[in-house]
C-alpha cells in the first residue's frame, strides 16, 4: 500500500479531495489525520457520508499516522509526520482558507508567516510543496507564493 499524495485542506474529506483527487488517483482509501476526528465518532460518520463505496476512510491520530498516511487539516500535523518519517517526498496545498493572523497567498491558500516559514523549512529538507486546488491545475511552486 503506497500513498499517492500527501495534502493538507482545512476541509479535510468533501468533494474535492474524494472526486477531485480521489478519482483521477484510482485511491482505494483516504487517511484522514486529525487528532480531534479521531476522537469524535460522530465526526467520523459524518466524513464517511461525503466517500463513495469502494473508497476506504480510515482515521488516524498524528501517533497512529506515522505508520500509515493522509490528509491533513492543519501545516503543523503533516510537519510533524513529515519529520518522523522518510517517506515524505512531496506535499500538496489545497483549501488552507482565512482565519486571523493568515494573508492571502493565492485564492485558496491563506498562510500565516510562521506556516510560510514552516513550508519553507520542509522543502529545505528536500520535500517538494506545491499548491493545487484541483487536478487539472498547474501546481504552483511554494515560492510562487510564499
Same mark, same amino acid.
Given at each position: 500500500? %503506497?500513498?499517492?499524495?500527501?495534502?493538507? !485542506? !482545512?476541509?479535510?474529506?468533501?468533494?474535492?479531495?474524494?472526486?477531485?483527487?480521489?478519482?483521477?488517483?484510482?485511491?482505494?482509501?483516504?487517511?484522514?489525520?486529525?487528532?480531534?476526528?479521531?476522537? %469524535?465518532?460522530?465526526?467520523?460518520?459524518?466524513?464517511?457520508?461525503?466517500?463513495?463505496?469502494?473508497?476506504?476512510?480510515?482515521?488516524?491520530?498524528?501517533?497512529?499516522?506515522? @505508520?500509515?498516511?493522509?490528509?491533513?487539516?492543519? /501545516?503543523?500535523?503533516? #510537519?510533524?509526520?513529515?519529520? !518522523?518519517?522518510?517517506?515524505?517526498?512531496?506535499?500538496?496545498?489545497?483549501?488552507?482558507?482565512?482565519? *486571523?493572523?493568515? %494573508?492571502?497567498?493565492?485564492?485558496?491558500?491563506?498562510? %500565516?508567516?510562521?506556516?510560510?516559514?514552516?513550508?519553507?523549512?520542509?522543502?529545505?529538507?528536500? /520535500? #517538494?510543496?506545491? #499548491? @493545487?486546488?484541483?487536478?487539472?491545475?498547474? *501546481?504552483?511552486?511554494?515560492?510562487?507564493?510564499?
Amino acid at each position: 500500500m %503506497s500513498i499517492a499524495l500527501y495534502r493538507i !485542506d !482545512d476541509r479535510l474529506i468533501h468533494g474535492q479531495v474524494v472526486v477531485g483527487w480521489g478519482k483521477p488517483l484510482n485511491v482505494a482509501f483516504i487517511v484522514l489525520v486529525d487528532d480531534a476526528v479521531r476522537a %469524535s465518532t460522530w465526526e467520523q460518520e459524518l466524513y464517511r457520508m461525503g466517500v463513495p463505496a469502494g473508497i476506504e476512510v480510515v482515521f488516524a491520530s498524528t501517533a497512529e499516522a506515522l @505508520q500509515c498516511l493522509l490528509v491533513t487539516g492543519d /501545516i503543523d500535523t503533516l #510537519a510533524t509526520l513529515a519529520s !518522523d518519517t522518510k517517506h515524505v517526498a512531496r506535499i500538496n496545498l489545497g483549501g488552507l482558507h482565512h482565519r *486571523p493572523g493568515r %494573508s492571502p497567498r493565492l485564492r485558496y491558500v491563506y498562510l %500565516s508567516d510562521a506556516e510560510a516559514a514552516q513550508l519553507k523549512a520542509l522543502a529545505a529538507r528536500g /520535500i #517538494a510543496v506545491t #499548491a @493545487q486546488d484541483v487536478p487539472t491545475a498547474a *501546481p504552483v511552486p511554494l515560492e510562487d507564493f510564499t
